[in-house]
């Protein structure tokens, strides 16, 4: 198993520029979430998905948007990039039976440098 | 709303001794508390889970607590090594009660295990 998979690895946006970061799983997870993280901070949940078409804002969910309409990807868009989103982006999922909180995997993160 | 303490200053440990980390929250009370280690550029990777009924939980040289009168949490590692020097988060639930709704981070203590 690849486990939890993220690209681009890192990405460089001008101001007011879009985009899109992947986040794939193969371990047939119901949750998946993303987080950033910040330098010297700890990692804030942006979006949560408890599974196929449901998604759930999280602590800082302003400027982001999600979807999640397959049980493997949860795609973060970023629509119109600003300096306070340069951050490190992380993917993570979990099982969880009966909304009880288990291991979270997450992936080896996307670098975003917004210009 | 909660607050998550670590202390983020680096602690440095003698080869073989015993590190202990501290965590403390307020504001809220969380039925569980999880642990990750991280290491430079890469994403968390779990460790240990402490539900809020559990005083202790040990895997291998690792070992948590968890005091809910206190409002903290310990974590030692024992017999230390430098390969142990990484950057140790806690990690309660997000919301009070638990729930698989995604987690809230201390900014993590940096350990440097030195020979």
């Known amino acids: 198993n690849a486990g939890v998979t993220q690209t681009p690895k890192f990405r460089i946006l001008k101001i007011g520029q879009s985009m899109t970061l992947q986040c794939t799983q193969d371990m047939n997870h119901n949750y998946m979430y993303w987080y950033r993280q910040d330098p010297g901070m700890g990692l804030k949940l942006i979006y949560y998905?408890?599974?196929?078409?449901?998604?759930d804002k999280g602590e800082v969910p302003n400027g982001y948007n999600v979807s999640r309409s397959t049980t493997e990807d949860f795609p973060l868009r970023l629509e119109l990039a600003a300096p306070s989103q340069t951050s490190v982006y992380f993917c993570?999922?979990?099982?969880?039976?009966?909304?009880?909180?288990?291991?979270?995997?997450f992936g080896p993160g996307t670098r975003l440098l917004v210009l | 709303s909660q607050k998550i303490e670590q202390n983020s200053e680096a602690l440095n440990i003698q080869e073989g001794k015993t590190a202990t980390l501290t965590c403390n929250y307020t504001?809220?009370?969380?039925?569980?508390l999880q642990w990750y280690r991280q290491d430079p550029g890469r994403g968390p990777v779990f460790l240990l889970l402490i539900r809020e009924n559990e005083k202790e939980k040990r895997k291998e040289r690792l070992k948590v607590t968890f005091d809910t009168t206190l409002k903290q949490s310990l974590f030692h590692i024992t017999a230390s090594q430098p390969a142990d020097s990484a950057t140790y988060l806690c990690?309660?639930?997000?919301?009070?009660?638990?729930?698989?709704?995604?987690?809230?981070f201390g900014k993590g203590t940096h350990l440097i295990i030195q020979p």
């Open positions: 998905s408890v599974g196929a078409g449901i998604t």
């Open positions: 504001n809220y009370s969380p039925a569980y």
């Open positions: 990690a309660p639930p997000l919301y009070s009660g638990g729930g698989a709704d995604g987690l809230t």
């Open positions: 993570a999922s979990s099982y969880s039976h009966g909304g009880f909180q288990e291991t979270q995997y």
